[in-house]
């Protein structure tokens, strides 16, 4: 009996030490997640040449909670065997921001060929797809459509998450992606 008292002393304190602890680490992981920067949102073009290679460009987007625009030209911005498109890969974007896709310089919707896509959640993704394969996904302003497709070049496979399309007109045909407009949304109280 004597054993099964002292077992049972055992449990409880270390019940108790799990208690007192328990906060202890629970503060610590907090303020460890609130030291943590928000990761950086990305934008990645890739062209495809004829010996099946993609030469990639590779754009840092503003800073997260930032509220600016920016337009990204990939004729000017990009390296030489980079600069016609053929498919794309965006992360890390935070939610209520918004993607212009058109083809011209000029980042208008006006006599182009566009696509526009928003955010539905934080640090959202888009893996890599093909820009002509956006237009085969439903959506507009009233009734946004999700882009649900796995990335072309991860294994395993990565899906999408938090991309809609809400409006577009004509196709961008391969290879002649002008501008992104990209508006990063402000951080919210």
Wanted: aromatic residues 6%; charged residues 20%; glycine residues 8%.
């Amino acid at each position: 009996m004597k054993h099964l008292h002292e077992r049972r002393l055992a449990v409880t304190t270390a019940i108790k030490q799990a208690m007192l602890a328990a906060p202890l680490l629970l503060s610590g992981a907090a303020s460890f997640a609130a030291t943590q920067a928000d990761p950086i949102p990305m934008l990645a073009l890739f062209h495809t040449d004829d010996n099946g290679t993609e030469p990639a460009c590779g754009v840092e987007l503003p800073a997260t909670g930032s509220g600016r625009t920016v337009n990204v030209l990939p004729k000017k911005q990009c390296p030489e065997n980079a600069r016609a498109p053929y498919s794309i890969r965006i992360r890390n974007v935070p939610i209520k921001s918004t993607f212009l896709l058109t083809d011209n310089e000029r980042c208008e919707k006006a006599n182009s060929a566009w696509v526009e896509l928003d955010t539905s959640r934080a640090n959202a993704s888009l893996e890599k797809i093909g820009i002509d394969k956006i237009w085969l996904y439903a959506g507009d302003p009233g009734v946004p459509g999700y882009l649900f497709n796995t990335g072309l070049d991860t294994n395993p496979p990565i899906p999408s998450r938090g991309f809609r399309v809400i409006g577009k007109g004509e196709p961008i045909k391969q290879g002649e992606l002008s501008c992104i407009k990209v508006t990063i949304a402000p951080r919210s109280n």
